[in-house]
């Protein structure tokens, strides 16, 4: 069974920084796109981050400059380093990525996962 699971998250001053990070693991045979989002209470989820096999980024215009996407394709793990964080920022923050699965018959296994979440907050 594949899971995805966040760390890092917390409580953080205005214009600190955290280091979100998620892991994959389970019978993985492959991981394509992974990305980051976030949902704040009321409020829909929203995409922050993604990034592709081979390291090609996106990001929501709210984040440019200040947040950074990575993954280490050998630890099945992705990355945001966010820094000059906001009040605003604050939601929780959630993994995300499209992993391709071996079953014990049949095909590989295709399919979008999530993490359970880490709540990031931004206060004084």
């Known amino acids: 069974q594949v899971q995805l699971v966040e760390s890092g998250g917390g409580l953080v001053q205005p214009g600190g920084s955290l280091r979100l990070s998620c892991a994959a693991s389970?019978?993985?045979?492959?991981?394509?796109?992974m990305g980051w989002y976030r949902q704040a209470p009321g409020k829909q989820r929203e995409l922050v981050a993604t990034i592709s096999t081979g390291g090609t980024t996106n990001y929501a215009d709210f984040v440019k400059g200040r947040f950074t996407i990575s993954r280490d394709n050998a630890k099945n793990a992705v990355y945001l380093q966010m820094n000059s964080l906001k009040p605003e920022d604050t939601a929780g923050y959630y993994c995300n990525a499209d992993i391709t699965s071996k079953r014990d018959r049949g095909l590989p296994f295709m399919y979008n996962y999530w993490g359970q979440g880490t709540q990031v907050t931004v206060s004084l």
């Open positions: 389970g019978r993985i045979l492959g991981i394509g796109a």
